[in-house]
């Protein structure tokens, strides 16, 4: 029944914190929103960027040197952007890059077109990266910041077009309709992206609000569980021992006191140990148990025998412990308030299947629901003890005495 203390001091030594096993969690729905926000715009970008490409070079009539850098422009960071986004690397770096070139292209896009001598009746293949320039300041930039590249990019692309042709009127009426389409469009898309991360934060702030909770709770429910195994410690050995001490008048009884009182002191020395020891779920058969309540009546001192009942059987080792431990401070009720009269004594092994200890004594008796909050001999140290190894425990007290059943079966 023994168990390395200082393994599992070790083994405690490697959970984490309540907030260190949180900490990974904080950010857990955003990033996941993030990722799925960077996956669909290098999908988008990709599919509108091929449509783009494909018409720079319909349109091209002659590859010089000035339509060549703006391709580069624009192309080369657009690739780096769908890549970043795929791969969920350097996201903001290449959003943002690609961002600011495009807005660079879009006014050079002008002096490009003119200089080449072109003029563009229709829609040039530029028009069909505005929207994708928006959500790369969606990837990259703060959120005021997004609003503002969201109508920035529409009203720069309008007076490119207007310059294109000479703010002529036909010019007019299609360059209105385009601003007007894609400058709703990006804010759509930029309070789209608010909104899907602001969920996702609400949903991390309520996840790390129930973690909080939660370990709250977990810490105070273990400091209650300390507490009260401290006190049953305290009443169970050093009580017991001062109660000995006072009742001790032969050499014999003296020596069984100071043993019970170097025993009590090692115990609150290594209280952390002694409740780790509380017993495992290795087998203690019910002999064992028998031979340690006739220990426990040897060294009380007290005229009683344990009367061994059934077939011999086996229970786990911290259900024998609770057992020994509640059946002590029965005994030790029993010879304190009773002055031992009657005291009797019976483990029953029910068929394998379970075990049964009586304790009973001939006292004036007591009625169990007068005993005060601050008195823990039978809350905590029989009761509480038997309820933490599903076992029970029914106390019946009257003028003919009192009778302490405790009991175990096994599921």
Excluded at 181 to 196: D, E, N, P, R
Excluded at 226 to 239: Q, Y
Aim: glycine share 10%; with cysteine.
């Amino acid at each position: 029944m023994a168990v390395d203390a200082r393994g599992i001091r070790e083994a405690w030594n490697q959970i984490p914190s309540p907030g260190a096993a949180g900490a990974g969690l904080e950010r857990f729905t955003g990033n996941r929103m993030e990722r799925i926000l960077q996956i669909v715009i290098a999908l988008g970008s990709a599919a509108l960027g091929a449509q783009a490409f494909l018409g720079a070079i319909s349109t091209l009539s002659r590859l010089d040197a000035a339509h060549l850098a703006i391709l580069i422009l624009v192309f080369l960071p657009l690739a780096a952007m769908i890549v970043a986004c795929l791969v969920g690397r350097f996201v903001r770096v290449a959003c943002g890059s690609f961002a600011i070139t495009y807005m660079i292209a879009l006014l050079l896009w002008p002096v490009v077109v003119i200089s080449a001598g072109r003029g563009a009746a229709d829609q040039p293949w530029i028009f069909f990266l505005v929207n994708i320039g928006v959500v790369a300041a969606v990837a990259a930039f703060p959120f005021a910041l997004q609003f503002v590249w969201a109508a920035a990019l529409p009203l720069v692309y309008g007076w490119v077009r207007l310059v294109q042709g000479g703010f002529s009127k036909e010019y007019w009426i299609t360059t209105a309709f385009d601003v007007t389409f894609t400058l709703i469009l990006g804010m759509v898309l930029v309070s789209l992206a608010w909104m899907f991360r602001s969920v996702a934060a609400g949903v991390d702030e309520a996840r790390a609000k129930a973690v909080d909770t939660y370990a709250s709770a977990a810490a105070a429910t273990a400091a209650e569980e300390e507490r009260v195994a401290l006190a049953a410690l305290m009443h169970d050995s050093v009580l017991a021992a001062l109660i000995a001490a006072a009742r001790a008048e032969s050499d014999r009884e003296q020596d069984l006191a100071v043993g019970m009182a170097r025993e009590a002191l090692t115990r609150l020395a290594n209280t952390e140990a002694s409740v780790a020891q509380e017993g495992t779920d290795e087998p203690v058969s019910t002999t064992g148990i028998v031979a340690e309540l006739r220990r426990t009546l040897s060294e009380q001192g007290a005229d009683a025998v344990v009367e061994e009942r059934g077939e011999p059987g086996s229970v786990p080792g911290r259900v024998a412990r609770a057992l020994v431990l509640a059946a002590r401070q029965a005994i030790g009720n029993a010879l304190t308030h009773a002055a031992g009269r009657g005291l009797h004594v019976i483990v029953d092994a029910e068929s394998g299947t379970g075990v049964r200890v009586v304790v009973s004594d001939a006292g004036p008796g007591f009625d169990p629901e007068s005993i005060g909050e601050d008195r823990l001999g039978i809350r905590a140290s029989i009761l509480a003890r038997m309820a933490a190894v599903a076992g029970t425990a029914d106390i019946d007290s009257g003028d003919q005495g009192t009778v302490v059943t405790l009991g175990w079966e096994s599921a």
